[in-house]
């Protein structure tokens, strides 16, 4: 596939704040945010040919490289570092300027996200908006691992079968 640059700008500018609101909710810092932001369109741009159409949108591959990115900083040893020597909270004044997050029902998926059963609909939020692994939302949620799995799968797919419509 070949790389348009006017394209992937155009991808950029339609994508980035959504992102960007994604990795900053799990990163907590506009710095990192910022950083691995910047690695994700990075890490696009050089698999683009790894996209499926069949496996689901565009901005779901881009959201789940997102999430995945922002999941392996976190656990990396520079923001355990910068976590136990350095101070995480920002200056909210140096960062007000920002637009930090796109609502997620400004790209339409608050809609369908209602639709899910609410025992659903609070796994995807652990998961996909919280950062939190499926482990981590078994333990809080006091539910197998298994349950979690399953729960996500088919709020994925009932997901995708509204917003195929």
Known sequence: MARDVEA???FYENYSDAIFGVI?????????A??????????????I??????????????????????????RSKEVKYK???????????TYSHL?????????GL?????????EQLQIIEYVYFNGYTHVEVSEELGLPLGTIKSRIRIALR????????
């Open 24 to 32: 900053s909710k799990i990163l907590r810092d506009s710095e990192l």
């Open 34 to 47: 910022e950083d691995t932001l910047q690695d994700v369109f990075l890490k696009c741009w050089r698999k």
């Open 49 to 74: 040919d790894s996209y499926d159409r069949s496996k689901g949108t565009i901005f779901t591959w881009l959201l789940n490289i997102a999430r995945n990115a922002a999941i392996d900083k976190l």
């Open 110 to 118: 608050n809609v369908f996200l209602q639709m899910l059963p609410p």
């Open 158 to 165: 009932e997901l995708r079968s509204y917003m195929s419509v």
């Open 99 to 107: 637009k930090t997050e796109m609502p997620i029902d400004q790209i």
């Open 8 to 10: 992937f700008r155009e």
């Open 83 to 93: 976590g136990k020597f350095g101070e995480m909270a920002e200056d909210v004044r």
